[in-house]
């Protein structure tokens, strides 16, 4: 598994506080296809990015395990929304939206998600 060279690995407080405030549809949920992130609010610094961008290697590693469709059982674990929303994913299209996630987190630095890529 990719994400097994990136250890040791633990989540900021910053990161752990942007995870919390996306499992309330409250605070993140404002229509279909529509969140609210924040992700300025939360992710301050560089340790604060690699932690996210370790988080989202995982994640794409369990995707990967899936057949063509995520299912539904598994979207709505990793939501945690607290209630059932989301129908089987196409596995494409989630690791497609996770890839586009992390070039929002590393900005115009390609070098650096390149650099992640391949650790």
């Known amino acids: 598994m990719r994400s097994e060279s990136k250890m040791p690995f633990t989540i900021t407080t910053n990161v752990d506080q942007l995870l919390e405030s996306w ?17 300025d609010k939360y992710i301050q610094n ?39 929303i989301f129908f089987d994913q196409h596995k494409s299209q989630m690791l497609e939206a996770l890839h586009k996630f992390k070039i929002l987190l590393t900005g115009s630095n390609s070098e650096f998600l390149i650099e992640w890529d391949n650790e």
Do not use: H, M, W
């Open 23 to 39: 499992s309330s549809t409250d605070n993140v949920f404002i229509g279909p296809g529509c969140y609210q992130l924040e992700i």
């Open 46 to 84: 560089e340790r604060d990015i690699r932690s996210l961008l370790l988080l989202i290697d995982i994640l794409e590693d369990k995707i990967k395990e899936f057949g063509e469709k995520v299912p539904a059982e598994f979207v709505n674990k990793i939501a945690n929304f607290g209630t059932d």
